[in-house]
Structure formats: structure tokens, C-alpha cells
């Protein structure tokens, strides 16, 4: 299984920055995903991060408020941008490995508060 | 319709119990099947995949019917360490999570 780390882990920020989150996984991996968590309840996908090219975005998420890059196999960051209170959430970066099985493993997660 | 419903629960059950949680899909043409832990305020991790032989690993049993479109998983001899949010994931050109079924061992 793939290692995956996230920083930060948490932050506080104030409506209308941004704030990047970066994901490293410990090998080359196939894919690499996106995730918001509110609490209490399941994920959604935000984003599939698409290795040299733009992320593949789901209904309801927009490249210019969650940039996306992901510049090699086990690298990717995402972006929320001009924040407000609603964007307080879990953001979680995930990967599927090389091994051919569909297989996710998570990032520790980044816990955001906007104020 | 959602693409993946679970039974919210929560379950609450005595140490040593045995437990089973369903999990019903709504694309016949999914391709897999995980059952994922989550624990409190830390992230999802890779319980089993599901296979459609069905599976076993220790305590924790997986069964795929293709024909009703549902997964399960059954926890024997359930341990306070089992306490947990047990999401169920379906992958049909995209990954679906459940909204995940609360497991409490009660000593």
C-alpha cells in the first residue's frame, strides 16, 4: 500500500485567502483524487488530479475556486480559493497504486476552518 | 436514486457479538467493491476488497451479490477495538462512497 502524507494537517484562515494543500504519496502511483469530507458525513470527490494536464472536475466543483495540479506521478496539490465559512471541511487526498488493483488509500487530511 | 446506500445505524452491540452491515448499489455494471474503516476525526482506511467468491480475513467476512446488487460485511466475535464508521465503496468509472454505518462495542 501506498503511503500518502498531507500538510498542513489543519489551518485557520480568514474568508477570501487561499490556502493550498499539498499531497505526497511515497511512490509512483496510477491516480490521484481529491476528496471533501463534512463533518458527519461520506466524501465527495472533488477532482481526479491528472498527471501534466487539468484535473478532471465532479458536478459542482469548479477549476477556478479548487485549482489542481499535479506535476509528476506522487505529487499533487489542491487549492481553495477565496474561502468562505462553507469551504470549512476535511480535505483528503487519495492514490491508487501501480499494482493494477483499484485499491484507495487516504491521506491523514487536512482539517480547514474559515472565519 | 443514490449510487450507494447504507444503513446509517448506529449499531450498538455487546463484545463478542457478530454484526453485519449491508450496503445495495444501484449501476449492475460496478466493477468493485471495498469496504473501508473510518475512525473518528482520522481518515478512511482500506478495510477488504470484495470479491465475488466472497472473502474472509480473521474475523471479518465479505460477500458481493451481483443479482440483488449488494455488498455485506460481517464482524464476528466483535472487539471494543472495532468501534468504528464502516463505509462501504463502489467503483463504476468512478469511486461511490456510502454515507458509512456507525459500529459501537459496548464493553
Known amino acids: 500500500s501506498a503511503v500518502i502524507s498531507q500538510k498542513p494537517s489543519r489551518d485557520i484562515c480568514q474568508r477570501g485567502t487561499s490556502l493550498t494543500i499539498q499531497c505526497q504519496v511515497d511512490s509512483q502511483v496510477t491516480m490521484m483524487f481529491w476528496y471533501r469530507q463534512q463533518p458527519g458525513q461520506s466524501l465527495t470527490l472533488i477532482a481526479t488530479?491528472?498527471?501534466?494536464?487539468?484535473?478532471?472536475?465532479e458536478s459542482g466543483f469548479v477549476i477556478d475556486k479548487f485549482p489542481i495540479s499535479r506535476p509528476n506521478l506522487t505529487f499533487s496539490t489542491l487549492t481553495v480559493s477565496n474561502m468562505s465559512p462553507e469551504d470549512s471541511s476535511i480535505y483528503l487526498c487519495?492514490?491508487?497504486?501501480?499494482?493494477?488493483?483499484?485499491?484507495?488509500?487516504f491521506g491523514p487530511g487536512t482539517r480547514l476552518t474559515v472565519t | 436514486r443514490k449510487e450507494v446506500e447504507q444503513d446509517p445505524g448506529p449499531f450498538n452491540v455487546p463484545e463478542g457479538a457478530t454484526v453485519a452491515f449491508n450496503c445495495t448499489y444501484s449501476n449492475s455494471a460496478s466493477q468493485s467493491f471495498f469496504w473501508y474503516r473510518q475512525d473518528c476525526r482520522k481518515e478512511p482506511k482500506l478495510l477488504m476488497s470484495v470479491y465475488s467468491s466472497g472473502n474472509e480475513d480473521g474475523r471479518f467476512t465479505a460477500q458481493l451479490n451481483r443479482a440483488s446488487q449488494y455488498i455485506s460485511l460481517l464482524i464476528r466475535d466483535s472487539k471494543l477495538s472495532d468501534s468504528a464508521t464502516y463505509l462501504c465503496?463502489?467503483?463504476?468509472?468512478?469511486?461511490?462512497f456510502g454515507t458509512g454505518t456507525s459500529l459501537t462495542v459496548i464493553p
Open positions: 488530479a491528472n498527471q501534466g494536464s487539468e484535473a478532471t472536475y
Open positions: 487519495s492514490a491508487i497504486g501501480l499494482a493494477g488493483v483499484y485499491e484507495q488509500y
Open positions: 465503496v463502489v467503483n463504476s468509472n468512478q469511486f461511490y
